[in-house]
């Protein structure tokens, strides 16, 4: 049996206040695959929210990371390292920020911009510059490229969404017709938005990227940040053309 699991992990954020990620776990008779992982040190958050959903996360199969954001793929190396049997999945163009070959693009993103701050500015963003340079790499074991589809699961394919960051990819699941979006939308109050532009490397692409998705037939939307939306998601999405 094919099954679509949304996890819902709340944690506090810096501040204090309340945050949500929404990984999802992908599942049939003999494959477990999660779709992101993360902050660092989140494995154990994940375990007890995939337990609150009567799952044990020691049968994963497989990670896919759809970008390399310490959001997404903090907890990786923690994840390897307690069951290295999960096979590590990202995009062809991640997999060297993944594994450290080249240092992440948010990191220089924020290293390029420091000059222009002010002193304050420059304070926050030392700290986020350590938390970025201090991620666990990890090696990927299998490249991912668009259009890649894996008969698990009720039909898996691997979409390249490149704009939020250059290799970012979405996830459709055939069965289900249900799209896995990473970061190239969001729900904000309800609300389907794009990428954060402060966050989107290149805004001219992360639009065309949805306009892509208006290939696929999809009934159902899944954001890492803001959760489910099924409202009218063709015509969702078509407004952002």
């Known amino acids: 049996m094919n099954k679509v699991t949304i996890l819902e992990v709340e ?18 008779e003999r494959e477990m695959i999660l779709i992101d992982c993360g902050y660092p040190a989140f494995l154990s958050v994940i375990q007890a929210a995939a337990q609150a959903k009567s799952i044990d996360i020691s049968h994963l199969t497989k990670i896919i990371i759809t970008h390399h954001d310490f959001d997404h793929m903090g907890a ?24 450290g070959k080249e240092k992440s693009l948010r990191l220089q993103q924020l290293e390029s911009a420091y000059d222009t701050l002010t002193a304050e500015q420059k304070s926050i963003s030392k700290k986020m510059q350590q938390i970025l340079a201090s991620v666990e790499k990890v090696e990927v074991d299998k490249k991912l490229q668009d259009k890649d589809w894996f008969p698990c699961c009720g039909g898996v394919e691997i979409v390249a969404t490149p704009g939020h960051m250059p290799g970012h990819i979405s996830v ?57 939306y099924e409202k009218n998601v063709k015509e969702s999405l078509q407004k952002f053309i």
Do not use: W
């Open 76 to 99: 990786l190396a923690e994840f390897k390292r307690i069951y290295p049997h999960i096979e590590i999945m990202a995009s062809i163009d991640d997999e060297k920020y993944i594994s």
């Open 172 to 228: 459709y699941l055939n069965e289900s017709k249900t799209l896995i979006t990473g970061d190239v939308l969001v729900l904000e109050n309800g609300e389907l938005i794009g990428a954060n532009p402060q966050y989107t490397l290149d805004m001219a692409t992360a639009q065309k990227s949805i306009k892509k998705l208006l290939n696929y037939p999809i009934d159902r939307l899944i954001c890492y940040h803001g959760g489910v």
């Open 11 to 28: 944690f506090e954020d810096h501040t204090g206040g309340k945050r949500i990620i929404y990984p999802v776990i992908v599942s049939d």
